[in-house]
């Protein structure tokens, strides 16, 4: 079984405070994702990368930043934490590259529990 | 950019009555179409997929979804809920090249 784990299942940080967060895949996929999770407003991708070195924008990138050093983990960093950054934190793993066209057999992303973020 | 809508963000039913949890997209192009449930406390998990052929797809736990394209939905339904089904639904929407867009989510709570 895919297994992606996620550094802290509850963190509270103070405000402005350097904050990361990590997640680690152990299934050797080459997309990793960062999404958002809030109430009534559903999974937001902040960023995504599809190779080792590699990131992409998504949907809401300011104030955060990533880092993937190595293929099995993507860390989520946010430079100076403020309070609307509070929120759920979603890590998710993939197979297939996004860039290539597939027919989608192995094209699941597989989530970790999630990191609970108060800033306080 | 796509965009998925789901159409109700709170559905209550009561155990063994049937549920369909409506979802919609906007794309001018093929997508692949999924749909994944977070139970409480948890991440998300894929509970089913449709890919291309027929275009009745059936998932885990008894649930089952049809791709309708004209009208560019894929509702997802079960015929008799049960307590362990209540969980937060999401339907996402991927073109053949690109990322995966989710909908805002469906709670669905069955009651006893």
């Known amino acids: 079984d895919v297994k992606v784990t996620q550094s802290s299942r509850y963190l509270v940080k103070r405000t402005g405070e350097k904050v990361f967060l990590e997640c680690v895949q152990d299934m050797d996929h080459e997309n990793m994702f960062w999404y958002r999770q809030d109430p009534g407003l559903g999974l937001r991708l902040i960023y995504f990368?599809?190779?080792?070195?590699?990131?992409e924008k998504g949907d809401i990138p300011e104030g955060y930043s990533v880092s993937r050093e190595k293929k099995e983990r993507f860390s989520l960093i946010l430079e100076s934490a403020s309070t609307n950054q509070t929120s759920m934190y979603l890590c998710a793993s993939s197979l297939i590259d996004l860039l290539l066209r597939t027919d989608g057999e192995t094209d699941t992303q597989y989530f970790g529990p999630g990191t609970r973020l108060t800033v306080l | 950019a796509q965009s998925v809508t789901q159409l109700d963000s709170q559905v209550p039913v009561f155990e063994e009555a049937p549920v369909e949890l409506r979802c919609n997209y906007s794309s001018s192009v093929s997508v692949y179409l999924f749909w994944y449930v977070q139970y409480p406390n948890q991440g998300l998990q894929l509970l089913l997929k449709y890919l291309s052929g027929s275009t009745l797809v059936k998932g885990i736990n008894g649930f089952e979804a049809e791709f309708n394209k004209s009208q560019t939905s894929f509702h997802l339904r079960k015929p008799s809920v049960h307590i362990s089904d209540t969980a937060e639904y999401f339907c996402a929407v991927r073109p053949l090249l690109g990322r995966l867009y989710f909908g805002r989510g469906t709670q669905l709570t069955v009651w006893p």
């Open positions: 990368s599809y190779d080792v070195k590699m990131k």
